[in-house]
């Protein structure tokens, strides 16, 4: 028998609270504790996936607590028992496992990193982000440049009517030309006396903004609702964020919420907004056509 001294160290209250003790638990008291966690949390008896990690927090508590539970340490030259033995290299065993697979994780998460900033999917996101980037411009070239008018006729018009967000009752009304409007429903009167309107658009996407119809020399300015430029507030951050989103490459979660978001929610969107009333061709020819 050899006998070691030691200084005592200050008890960590972390490890009473992983063991579930009060400080000052006997040795009786951390061993009972000790079998009884060890025996719940071993991975193959506890299949949760953080088993592993919360048995090394017991294997290391109880360790700690042993060793500063006396100042005079007495070590016995005795074999350790089988239990012992066996937890030992089971913990051993499960540190290396979680060591292995957070490396596998990080690999992993680096890979990710690289395909979104290379190769065909950055290409992607390139080319949404730019031409969100025009079509920005141009939304905002259309606040500014003097509108013009198109001729129409409204061919018919729905009588059912639904509310807008401002509160408005609205109801769909269709052109000879094909183009559809959501308008005010009062206005359908002013439809079955002259169905002549005036359609005022923006100068470089033609987008619809109101109707001028004219009756009994009196000019009624209806506003067009449930349109992209009535909702252009909605749309500027959807262009926005693939911009953003090109420039910023910190490997984290935003990065790579932001690179999913700007190739499937902003590319998307985008893609509609061109389709729709042709935009794409507006666009291109710079609202000459």
């Given at each position: 028998?050899t006998?070691?001294s030691?200084?005592v160290?200050m008890?960590?209250?972390s490890?009473?609270?992983?063991?579930?003790?009060?400080?000052?638990?006997?040795?009786?008291?951390i061993?009972?504790?000790?079998?009884k966690?060890?025996?719940?949390?071993?991975?193959?008896?506890?299949?949760?996936?953080?088993?592993?990690?919360?048995?090394i927090?017991?294997?290391?508590?109880?360790e700690e607590?042993m060793?500063?539970?006396?100042?005079?340490?007495?070590v016995?030259?005795?074999?350790?028992t089988?239990?012992?033995?066996e937890?030992?290299?089971y913990?051993?065993?499960?540190r290396?496992?979680?060591?292995?697979?957070?490396?596998?994780?990080?690999?992993?998460?680096?890979?990710?990193?690289?395909?979104?900033?290379?190769?065909p999917?950055?290409?992607?996101?390139?080319i949404?982000a730019?031409?969100s980037?025009?079509?920005m411009?141009?939304l905002?070239l259309?606040?500014?440049?003097?509108?013009h008018y198109?001729?129409d006729?409204i061919?018919?018009?729905?009588?059912?009517t639904?509310?807008?967000?401002n509160?408005n009752?609205?109801?769909?009304?269709?052109?000879?030309k094909?183009?559809?409007?959501?308008?005010n429903?009062?206005?359908?009167?002013?439809?079955?006396v002259?169905p002549?309107?005036?359609?005022?658009k923006t100068?470089?996407l033609h987008?619809?903004?109101?109707?001028l119809?004219?009756g009994?020399?009196v000019?009624?300015?209806?506003?067009?609702?449930?349109?992209?430029y009535?909702a252009?507030?909605v749309?500027f951050p959807f262009l926005?964020?693939?911009?953003?989103?090109l420039?910023?490459r910190?490997?984290?979660?935003v990065?790579?919420?932001?690179?999913?978001?700007?190739?499937?929610?902003?590319?998307i969107?985008?893609?509609?907004?061109?389709?729709?009333q042709?935009?794409?061709?507006?666009l291109l020819?710079?609202?000459?056509?």
């Open positions: 028998m006998v070691r030691k200084n160290k008890m960590r209250g490890a009473y609270n992983v063991l579930g003790l009060t400080p000052g638990a006997s040795e009786e008291e061993r009972k504790r000790y079998r966690l060890v025996k719940k949390f071993h991975p193959d008896v506890n299949k949760d996936a953080n088993a592993e990690r919360k048995f927090e017991i294997q290391e508590a109880y607590l060793s500063d539970n006396q100042e005079q340490i007495t016995e030259e005795t074999p350790k089988s239990f012992e033995t937890y030992t290299e913990r051993n065993y499960a290396e496992q979680y060591q292995a697979r957070k490396k596998k994780e990080a690999e992993d998460l680096e890979k990710l990193y690289v395909r979104l900033q290379t190769g999917i950055f290409l992607w996101h390139k949404i730019i031409t980037l025009f079509v411009i141009a905002i259309d606040f500014v440049l003097p509108y198109a001729s006729v061919a018919s018009y729905s009588t059912d639904y509310q807008s967000m509160g009752l609205v109801s769909l009304a269709k052109t000879s094909g183009e559809s409007f959501f308008l429903a009062f206005s359908n009167g002013f439809f079955d002259n002549f309107i005036q359609i005022e100068a470089i987008q619809s903004i109101s109707v119809s004219y009994n020399n000019l009624q300015v209806i506003p067009i609702h449930f349109s992209f009535w252009q507030f749309l926005l964020i693939p911009n953003i989103f420039f910023y910190k490997k984290d979660a990065f790579i919420m932001g690179s999913y978001f700007s190739r499937y929610a902003s590319g969107l985008l893609l509609y907004f061109l389709i729709s042709d935009r794409w061709y507006h020819t710079l609202g000459f056509y």
